[in-house]
């Protein structure tokens, strides 16, 4: 029968015989002192970087935990792993109640930018999907190595647990609107000057009667309806209340409260949606109805989707600058990554004038 190799006697001094275990004892980990630190495992590794990103008396704390227990920094190791991680985590919000899909043209075509802009500077892409109330798990990809960094694909409304993740260290781009108390950094475009310019241009074809439709409670919807109330207050417009139609960015569910208007009894001449696909969605509610687009309704969208130009009518539209915005959002999160920092940035938004909005 084969001896065991985990423990063997020896004799002391006093001839008494104790066991000394041949096993190694399992080397301190970094989760072990970030767990007994109460930081992340990012914080923790920062910390131990002496990285100015976290405070003074948090590097302290987890220094004198390390010391303490005997945990030193495998700088071979942190370096490899550091340099041959080319990984960008690119993190889609699922709503169920907003229901926005992952097909979303502006999704898509998103997506598409950032993934070249990534593939220009020899970085790669992980996509994945994340409930919006568990948005903090985004900050996994980093915490376990599997990302250099995270890019998040709108704010929706999860600002609170965006800042969180900022306040944690984690390397992170959030494709949206700045706002007030902001800890991470936006690159989005000017949607207050989009929603002025869209609306004017229907103020300014005669229309006096113009619909928004749009949720209002996501951010860059509440700044392009800003920019609606703006333009009618420049021309001593008052809009109608009956007009602004609360909608999210889904076909399904803007076509249904798009028949209600339709065929409600609130006259309408203009209408202002927060994205293209809820103006080519409505144009075909219009058209269903018997009405003319632009003669009796003239329409406007926001995005310039490749499908807008297409459309029939073709679609007057806000153009976001696609290819401008993921190598914005790339350039910014490899800016902090490398410790340096990125200021939220506000791309301009430009007026497509198209079929929808000018007759003949």
């Known amino acids: 029968m084969p001896h065991s190799k985990k423990s063997a006697p020896k004799r002391t001094d006093s001839g008494a015989a104790t066991v000394v275990s041949s096993v190694r004892p399992q080397r301190l980990q970094l989760a072990d002192i970030a767990r007994l630190a109460g930081v992340s495992m990012s914080t923790a590794s920062r910390a131990l970087s002496n990285n100015p990103l976290v405070s ?5 704390r987890v220094a004198e935990l390390a010391r303490s227990l005997n945990y030193t920094v495998n700088a071979g190791a942190q370096s490899l792993r550091l340099r041959q991680n080319t990984t960008v985590g690119v993190v889609l919000p699922y709503s169920q109640s907003l229901r926005r899909k992952v097909s979303d043209p502006f999704f898509l075509a998103l997506i598409g930018s950032i993934a070249t802009a990534l593939t220009d500077r020899g970085k790669e892409m992980l996509l994945t999907r994340v409930r919006e109330d568990h948005l903090a798990s985004a900050g996994q990809l980093y915490d376990a190595g599997r990302a250099l960094g995270v890019i998040v694909i709108g704010q929706w409304h999860q600002h609170d647990q965006l800042n969180a993740l900022a306040a944690r260290q984690v390397p992170l781009v959030v494709w949206g609107a700045h706002l007030p108390q902001q800890l991470y950094c936006t690159v989005g475009s000017d949607n207050v000057e989009g929603g002025r310019v869209a609306t004017q241009h229907l103020l300014d074809a005669g229309r006096k009667r113009i619909a928004f439709l749009g949720d209002i409670s ?14 009618h207050a420049a021309c001593g417009v008052k809009p109608v209340d009956k007009l602004r139609i609360s909608t999210s960015f889904d076909a399904d569910e803007a076509r249904v409260e798009i028949a209600k208007l339709v065929g409600g009894r609130t006259k309408f001449d203009g209408i202002f949606a927060a994205s293209d696909v809820i103006a080519m969605t409505a144009i075909s509610a219009l058209m269903q109805a018997g009405l003319r687009v632009p003669q009796d309704v003239s329409v406007v969208g926001f995005d310039d989707i490749e499908m807008a130009r297409h459309y ?45 909005s000018l007759p003949g």
């Open 56 to 60: 003074e008396k948090t590097r302290g």
């Open 312 to 356: 029939h009518p073709s679609l007057s539209t806000i153009r976001q600058p696609i290819d401008e915005a993921g190598e914005a959002m790339v350039d910014a999160l490899l800016d902090i990554v490398a410790g340096r920092k990125a200021v939220p940035r506000q791309l301009p938004a430009v007026l497509i004038q198209r079929e929808s």
């Open 218 to 231: 996501e951010p860059e919807a509440a700044q392009r309806y800003d920019g609606y109330l703006k333009a």
